[in-house]
């Protein structure tokens, strides 16, 4: 197994993560936030999905699949395009609706293009450093890990709350 192999396998748990945590719910449940502060659902997976369409266009040096691919005017969020949601306030948490099939639809495009990018990757394109603002300085690898352990974060979260929703119901 290769490096490439690894990343191909995290990646694609984060995707049946991504996929089991908007399962069986509806718009008004995704959107929902179980208190005024929370994220819900699908800002939980928007987000996620924003962030790694983010930062793997970055280091892949191609452009995001939410302008692309024409997500950002799907969604249709009073957000700017560039928004990945990160600082957000209550109000802003609130705003980001979507369906399940819109969420993994997006997440899915942003999986496929993670895809492209990571399986031509060898052991040492992984300690490329491309970030030296930090010490010590960030390389590929240590870049991929972190968005795969933010996703998997956020997806648990979405799945906490989907359990809570279906246990409501």
Do not use: K
């Not at 024409?70 to 969020?77: D, G, T, Y």
């Not at 369906?99 to 040492?124: K, M």
């Amino acid at each position: 197994m290769t490096s490439a192999d690894v990343l191909v396998d995290a990646f694609s748990r984060v995707q049946e993560a991504v996929h089991e945590a908007v399962s069986g719910l509806d718009e008004e449940q995704l959107a929902h936030q179980i208190d005024p502060e929370a994220n819900s659902i699908a800002w939980l997976v928007w987000h996620l999905a924003r962030v790694q369409d983010d930062h793997i266009s970055d280091v892949a040096e191609t452009e995001q699949v939410w302008l692309v691919q024409n997500w950002a005017a799907r969604f249709e969020l009073p957000l700017d395009e560039e928004d990945t949601g990160y600082g957000h306030d209550a109000e802003q948490v609130e705003s980001v609706r979507a369906s399940g099939e819109l969420l993994t639809g997006y997440y899915n495009a942003v999986h496929e293009q993670t895809l492209r990018f990571i399986t031509g990757l060898s052991d040492a394109d992984l300690d490329e450093v491309i970030d030296a603002t930090w010490s010590p300085p960030v390389t590929l690898g240590v870049r991929l890990v972190s968005v795969i352990a933010d996703d998997l974060q956020h997806a648990g979260q979405a799945a906490l709350l989907n359990g809570f929703l279906r246990r409501s119901a």
